[in-house]
């Protein structure tokens, strides 16, 4: 009872803790780090079912708040031992404007370093995006590559590049000194898509292939290759992540990893219908039943509909150009660095990853009925 108490000493804040990575990370952290005294939950929309986490032997600490006040951040980094800066503004379907996204990604990320700076706090583990790297705006594919493969990482959409320069603020800010004179600690994590409990696109096509009677139409030849990662194997990389950083400071301090697992690499649109499928979809077409002209033709028109439609209601479809451009371009990971670096091995295996995702998807279903 002593040792476990003695053990429990350290106190970690989790940005954008009630997003959907975010809330895996939470809870992954109190599964897997007995060294956990308190966990701080900061967010600017608070979930309900941190409730049920305040029962635990963790004391867990739910701060509403925003990344983009500077002051707001720093009462909250004050005395945390480690800081998991997931919160971000993920939009690439042209809901918020580019300025918004900037200010939460870009200035957002920077009030976090500013206040681990000032308030003593050493370790800051950053989650960046492959979308830092590509695909780019001349849509090269990127084929199973890894950390030091080269590639032209040019773009132009806002969520892109203010993933880009938070990433790029937050390894610059590795070595300086904090409160106190030692130096911070970061490094980032690019994960590629995301998938799993609580992806909210997965839930959206979901619902657009019941609306089309139980099928979703090819759009993206099957030869194109997404790169995907399970939600709890990016939670676990970065609760390994956040625990190792103090051991092996020399060797992670200032570095990027890919977030990867087992999860197979496939068309974005086949991908997900390893879950759909099973869900009872159909995905129809074994090519694209539209040529990529027309696609693209439709892509600029959501665009033109988007403005006109702006002054009265949000139109924000999934298909853009930059989201076909996304869908459309191979890009794929092949690394073991996480594994050299700090020992990751997947948690969940492909199997369990798929299972999990299913279950999952049928209990949207259930609750939509
Ligand atoms: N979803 C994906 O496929 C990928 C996501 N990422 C990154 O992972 C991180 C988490 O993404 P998701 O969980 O998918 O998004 P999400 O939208 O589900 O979660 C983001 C969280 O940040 C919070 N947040 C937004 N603005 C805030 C602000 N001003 N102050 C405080 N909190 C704020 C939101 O309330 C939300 O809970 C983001 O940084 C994103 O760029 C990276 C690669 C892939
Ligand atoms: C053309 C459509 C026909 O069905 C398919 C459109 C799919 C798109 C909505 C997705 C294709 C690729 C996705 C992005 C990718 O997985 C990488 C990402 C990384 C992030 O950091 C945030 C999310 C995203 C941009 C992700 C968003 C959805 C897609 C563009």
Redesign the pocket.
């Known amino acids: 009872m002593a040792d476990s108490a003695q053990a429990q000493k350290l106190v970690y804040l989790v940005?954008?803790g009630?997003?959907?990575?975010?809330e895996h990370v939470v809870r992954m952290l109190l599964q897997q780090e007995p060294q956990l005294r308190e966990l701080r939950i900061?967010?600017?929309?608070l979930g309900p079912w941190l409730e049920e986490l305040k029962t635990g032997p963790v004391q867990v600490t739910a701060i509403q708040?925003?990344?983009?006040q500077a002051h707001e951040v720093a009462a909250a980094v004050a005395g945390a031992h480690v800081v998991i800066h997931?919160?971000?503004?993920?939009d690439v379907f042209g809901k918020t404007s580019p300025e918004t996204i900037h200010e939460?990604n870009v200035q957002?990320t920077r009030n976090v370093i500013e206040a681990c700076v000032q308030t003593g706090t050493r370790f800051l583990v950053y989650?960046s995006?492959?979308e830092v790297v590509g695909p780019n705006i001349k849509g090269q594919p990127f084929y199973r590559g890894n950390e030091n493969t080269p590639y032209e990482a040019v773009h132009r959409h806002p969520y892109p590049c203010s993933?880009a320069l938070a990433e790029q603020l937050v390894l610059e800010a590795n070595g300086r000194k904090v409160l106190g004179g030692l130096p911070l600690v970061t490094c980032a994590l690019r994960?590629t898509?995301?998938y799993g409990e609580g992806h909210q696109i997965m839930r959206d096509f979901y619902h657009q292939g019941l609306r089309l009677g139980g099928r979703l139409f090819r759009a993206i030849p099957a030869s194109v290759e997404h790169g995907r990662v399970y939600v709890g194997n990016v939670a676990w990389m970065h609760v390994l992540v956040a625990r190792e950083l103090e051991h092996r400071a020399a060797l992670m301090g200032g570095q990027v990893y890919f977030c990867y697992d087992n999860s197979p690499y496939k068309s974005y649109e086949d991908f997900n219908m390893e879950f759909l499928g099973p869900c009872g979809l159909r995905l129809v077409g074994t090519r694209p039943l539209l040529p990529y002209w027309l696609l693209l033709f439709l892509a600029a028109l959501n665009v033109l509909l988007q403005w006109l439609l702006r002054p009265l209601l949000l139109y924000a479809p999934l298909l853009n150009p930059y989201t076909l451009a996304m869908a459309n371009t191979t890009f794929t990971v092949s690394t073991d660095k996480a594994r050299r670096h700090f020992g990751y091995e997947p948690l969940f295996s492909w199997e369990e990853s798929r299972t999990r995702t299913i279950r999952w998807v049928q209990a949207v279903e259930g609750s939509a009925q």
Not at 42 to 45: A, E, M, T, V
Not at 86 to 90: H, M, N, Q, S, Y
């Open positions: 940005t954008g009630c997003g959907f990575l975010g900061f967010d600017l929309h708040g925003d990344v983009t997931t919160a971000g503004l993920v939460v957002g989650t995006s492959m993933k994960p898509g995301i």
